[in-house]
């Protein structure tokens, strides 16, 4: 079992997710299409808030929190193959969106 979290990459999903990990010792799953970081590339912009990779996120969520429990799945919750994989393969019990 795990919790799904939706919109992991955001501004909103991020900080929810690392609240939520530092609560529990299930499996955080998050998951992103990265719409926002591909909106403000094709503008020609950058982030009012610098932003690193999803993986350099994980990685200091557990060197600073000690969230072991963090992982990360690129989807476009659009896609009904892709949302049946999700909740076929982690079978959340909770669903953040």
Do not use: K
Not at 22 to 35: G, H, K, M, P, S
Not at 61 to 74: I, M, Q, Y
């Amino acid at each position: 079992m795990s919790i799904l979290i939706t919109g992991a990459d955001g501004y909103i999903g991020w900080p929810t997710a690392l609240r939520i990990a530092t609560q529990t010792d299930e499996r955080v799953v998050l998951v992103d299409n990265f719409a926002r970081r591909e909106w403000v590339e094709s503008v020609g912009s950058t982030s009012a808030v610098p932003i690193t990779s999803i993986d350099e996120r994980i990685d200091a969520a557990e060197e600073v929190h000690g969230c072991a429990n963090l992982s990360f799945v690129e989807a476009d919750l659009t896609d009904r193959a892709a949302v049946d994989r999700l909740l076929s393969v982690h079978e959340p019990r909770v669903i953040v969106h």
